[in-house]
């Protein structure tokens, strides 16, 4: 898991995005990362955006679009990298160590959606993923995200 520590390195985007029930905020920090350049909160409504994984429709996809954009803006975005954080109950996020993994994408998809079907309480097989794979000696990490 030591290649997972890459992640947090100082090369992450300096851009950030948080979508919370109540508001879209984007900050931007310094190369240092020890001070705030720019920042922007833009409220949303209620019922705009919930964090159930469970329930069918968790947010307006229009509403939010347009509050990001606007809170971008207000904020000055200008870069192609930006970090974003959701409610805890709009995704999940997994760590799968295997000996072995497909060389082939849709094999690796495959492959993570089987080992994972059980433990999210959403349909996988409709479900957003994203995933990074490190090796190290043989053996893999594979760092999942999954949204319905």
Known sequence: ????????????????????????????VGADRQKILSHSIVELSPGDLSGDLRESKQFDSLRIRKA??????QAGFSGTEIAMVVPDGMARTSIISADNF?????????????????????????????????SKNGSFSILVALSP
């Open 102 to 134: 497909p060389k082939d994408s849709l094999q690796q998809k495959l492959w993570i959606s089987w080992k994972l079907k059980k433990k999210v309480p959403f349909d996988i097989e409709t479900a957003r993923m994203a995933y990074s794979v490190f």
């Open 1 to 28: 898991m030591s290649g997972l520590k890459n992640l947090f390195d100082s090369d992450v985007p300096r851009w950030a995005c948080e979508l919370t029930s109540n508001h879209v905020i984007v900050v931007h």
């Open 68 to 73: 990001l954009y606007k809170a971008l803006d």
